[in-house]
């Protein structure tokens, strides 16, 4: 089974801190997808990458940036955290070919709250 | 961002009936995928769909890949009481990385 995990299920932050959240896959997918997901906005792309130190923006990129140093991890920065930014954060991956490449896989989120 | 339009928005039913949803776009798409999301929890997968007109099942749960590929229809049957969650539907834009997902379908189930 593939598995995703994410660094903390829940997270509290002030307003200004950098903060880092972490996802790790073991199923060697070559994409890697962040979400954040919102009452009445539904699941919305912030980055994604397709390999190795290869990334895109998504959706709504302002205010964060992503880092994929190694495969299986794919981590999400909020630069200067702001209160706007607290929501469900979710992480997923993909293979890039074969039968399954288009099944997202997610992990169980992290709940940010920003002070 | 795009969405994709689910019906119904919430359902009420009573432990073990059957629940049909749908998911409609107006965009043409090559795969449909229907996810589970317990309050607090990430998404899960319960059934992809690759070709138009394939009837797929997991248990309980069929899902049907529209003829005309722009829906996608849920069924539960015998519904039970862990059920209960939001069920979205999602499909990847052709040609890129990027999906799009549905508005979900809220079920709860009375015992």
């Known amino acids: 089974d593939v598995k995703v995990t994410q660094s903390s299920r829940y997270l509290v932050k002030r307003t200004g801190e950098k903060v880092f959240l972490e996802c790790v896959q073991d199923m060697d997918h070559e994409n890697m997808f962040w979400y954040r997901q919102d009452p009445g906005l539904g699941l919305r792309l912030i980055y994604f990458s397709y390999d190795v130190k290869m990334k895109e923006k998504g959706d709504i990129p302002e205010g964060y940036s992503v880092s994929r140093e190694k495969k299986e991890r794919f981590s999400l920065i909020l630069e200067s955290a702001s209160t706007n930014q607290t929501s469900m954060y979710l992480c997923a991956s993909s293979p890039l070919i074969g039968r399954r490449y288009n099944e997202q896989f997610f992990g169980p989120g992290t709940r940010l709250t920003v002070l | 961002g795009q969405q994709l339009n689910q019906s119904p928005q919430s359902m009420f039913i009573q432990e073990g009936e059957d629940v049909s949803m749908n998911c409609t776009s107006s965009s043409i798409f090559n795969t449909w995928l229907w996810y589970k999301q317990d309050p607090g929890e990430g998404p899960v997968l319960l059934i992809a769909?690759?070709?138009?007109?394939e009837l797929t099942s997991n248990g309980r749960l069929t899902a049907q890949f529209g003829i005309t590929r722009k829906d996608s229809f849920l069924n539960i049957s015998a519904s039970i009481p862990s059920d209960v969650g939001i069920y979205f539907c999602a499909g990847p834009f052709s040609g890129t990385y990027k999906y799009i997902f549905g508005t979900g379908t809220r079920l709860k189930v009375l015992a």
């Open positions: 769909l690759y070709k138009a007109g």
